[in-house]
C-alpha cells in the first residue's frame, strides 16, 4: 500500500518558482461535523483555515455513512473557489469499526493532505512543499478470507443511579445488534431492553413509585433492485407499559426506489416507500375499545428527501400509515430540518415535526390519575402532536482560525473552571 504524507521542507530545495499570478497560501473553509477541527488545524498547517467560505479559494465538504461492517465510509469533497473555480476533486476512504478517535482524525488528516496537495502545489508555498512516501511493511492481505462472512455484532450494557433524600431513579438498558450488508443484500437484527423505577418521597407517611418498562425485537431483510430500488422484509415484537402494549407482533412487506442512484446517497437522496403487513396486539389492561388483544392489518406510504451541498443540508420526511380494516384509523407524519449558511458569517437553522394522530387504539380504559400523567406513566389521548426548533448564528472578526490554545478548557465533556 502507497502512503503519501505532504508536509513542509525543513531543507532547501531547487524548485520551480511558481508564477506571478499565482495565489498566496491556500484558504481553505473545512465544512465537516465529523472532523476533529482543531487537530487538523494543529497537524495540517501547510494552509490557512478561514471562518467564512465566502473568503476561502477551496471549500471542503465532507459527507460520512456507516459501513457494513460497523465502520465509517467518508467522501471529501474539495470545491474550488475563486482561483480554482471549477477544480473540483473528490476522494473517498474507510475507517474500520475498531478504529479509535485518534485513528479517524489521523487516516482523515492523511488524506486531507492529498486532496490538498494539487492546490497548494499551486500557490505560493509550492517552494516548500514535498512529498514522502512509506514503504509498506508487509504485503497487503487480500480478501476473501473473511471469517464472519460480512457479519458484524455489537452488544451493550447500562445502567444509571441517581438520587437524593427526597428521590432515587433506576435505569437499566441492554442491547444487541447484528448486520450483514453487501451490495446484493442487507439483514439487521437488533434486540433492546429498557427498565425504570423512580421514587418520590412526597412526605413522611406518602410515597410515589413510577415503573416503566420496554424491550423490542426485530429483523430487516432487503434485496437490492438495481442501482435505484430495493424489495424488504421486517418483522418485530415489541412491549411497552406505557402504551399498555404487553406484546406485539408485526410483520410487513415493502418497496422502495430512489431517484437518485443509491451510491450518491451521502450528498442526496429522494425516496418513496410503500410497505403493507399485519399487526397483533396483546394489551396489558382493557383498552378504550374494550380490546385485550387484536389483530389489525395495515399500510404506508412515506416519502424522503436528503440534500447537502456547499450552501448547507435540507431533510424531510413525510409518512401516512393507516389501518385497512378501519381506514378512519391513520396517522400522518411530517418533518424537516435545514442549515443554511446565508451570507458571510451569518447561518441558519431549522427543526420541525408534526404529526397528525387518529390510531391511539392501546389506550387504556378509564381516566389517568395526576401521579400517571406528571410521571409519564401511560399514553394519553391526543389528536396531534408537534417539535420545533429555529436557530441564527453569526460569526465575524478575524478571518483565520489556525491557532488552537487549550488553556483553561479542560477536558472534553467537562465544564471550564468558571462553570459554563
Known amino acids: 500500500m502507497t502512503v503519501l504524507i505532504l508536509g513542509w521542507s525543513v531543507s532547501a530545495h531547487a524548485q520551480q518558482t511558481p508564477p506571478l499570478d499565482t495565489p498566496p497560501a491556500l484558504k481553505v473553509f473545512l465544512d465537516c461535523t465529523e472532523c476533529d477541527s482543531?487537530?487538523?488545524?494543529?497537524?495540517?498547517?501547510?494552509?490557512?483555515?478561514?471562518?467564512?467560505?465566502a473568503s476561502a479559494d477551496l471549500h471542503v465538504l465532507v459527507t460520512t455513512q456507516d459501513t457494513g461492517g460497523g465502520g465509517t465510509s467518508w467522501v471529501i469533497q474539495f470545491i474550488g473557489l475563486g482561483h480554482f473555480q471549477n477544480q473540483d476533486r473528490t476522494l473517498t476512504f474507510a475507517t474500520p469499526q475498531r478504529a479509535t478517535q485518534d485513528n479517524r482524525r489521523k487516516e482523515f488528516a492523511r488524506v486531507f493532505r492529498i486532496g490538498l496537495a494539487g492546490y497548494a502545489a499551486n500557490s505560493s508555498i509550492a517552494p516548500q512543499l514535498d512529498v514522502a512516501w512509506t514503504r509498506p511493511a508487509r504485503a497487503v492481505e487480500t480478501a476473501g478470507t473473511d471469517p464472519w462472512n460480512f457479519w458484524t455484532f455489537l452488544i451493550s450494557a447500562n445502567g444509571n443511579l441517581t438520587g437524593e433524600q427526597s428521590s432515587a431513579t433506576h435505569s437499566y438498558r441492554v442491547s444487541f445488534s447484528s448486520s450483514r450488508t453487501t451490495e446484493s443484500w442487507k439483514i439487521n437484527m437488533s434486540a433492546n431492553?429498557?427498565?425504570?423505577?423512580?421514587?418520590?418521597?412526597?412526605?413522611?407517611?406518602?410515597?410515589?413509585?413510577?415503573?416503566?418498562d420496554s424491550w423490542t425485537l426485530g429483523g430487516l431483510i432487503v434485496r437490492s433492485v438495481g442501482g435505484k430500488a430495493g424489495t424488504g422484509v421486517v418483522a418485530s415484537m415489541a412491549r411497552s407499559t406505557v402504551s399498555n402494549i404487553d406484546r406485539s407482533t408485526r410483520v410487513a412487506a415493502g418497496v422502495e426506489y430512489d431517484f437518485f442512484p443509491y451510491s450518491e446517497s451521502n450528498r442526496r437522496s429522494l425516496t418513496v416507500q410503500y410497505t403493507v403487513g399485519s399487526n397483533d396486539y396483546e394489551y396489558v389492561e382493557v383498552t378504550i375499545f374494550d380490546k385485550l388483544r387484536e389483530t389489525v392489518r395495515t399500510h404506508a406510504f412515506n416519502v424522503s428527501l436528503g440534500l447537502r451541498a456547499p450552501w448547507g443540508s435540507l431533510g424531510s420526511y413525510s409518512n401516512v400509515s393507516q389501518h385497512l380494516n378501519r381506514r378512519d384509523r391513520y396517522r400522518a407524519s411530517v418533518s424537516g430540518n435545514t442549515e443554511v449558511n446565508l451570507f458571510k458569517g451569518l447561518s441558519f437553522n431549522m427543526l420541525a415535526r408534526y404529526d397528525k394522530i387518529n390510531d391511539q387504539i392501546s389506550l387504556r380504559k378509564g381516566s389517568a390519575s395526576t401521579e400517571e400523567i406528571l410521571l409519564r406513566q401511560r399514553q394519553l389521548a391526543t389528536d396531534y402532536s408537534y417539535s420545533f426548533a429555529v436557530g441564527v448564528s453569526y460569526r465575524f472578526g478575524s478571518m483565520f482560525n489556525n491557532v488552537v490554545?487549550?488553556?483553561?478548557?479542560?477536558?472534553?465533556?467537562?465544564a471550564n473552571v468558571f462553570g459554563q
Open 193 to 212: 431492553g429498557n427498565a425504570d423505577k423512580r421514587v418520590f418521597m412526597i412526605a413522611d407517611d406518602r410515597r410515589i413509585e413510577s415503573r416503566r
Open 38 to 53: 482543531e487537530y487538523q488545524r494543529q497537524n495540517v498547517t501547510f494552509v490557512d483555515y478561514v471562518l467564512d467560505r
Open 405 to 414: 490554545n487549550p488553556r483553561f478548557g479542560g477536558p472534553p465533556g467537562f
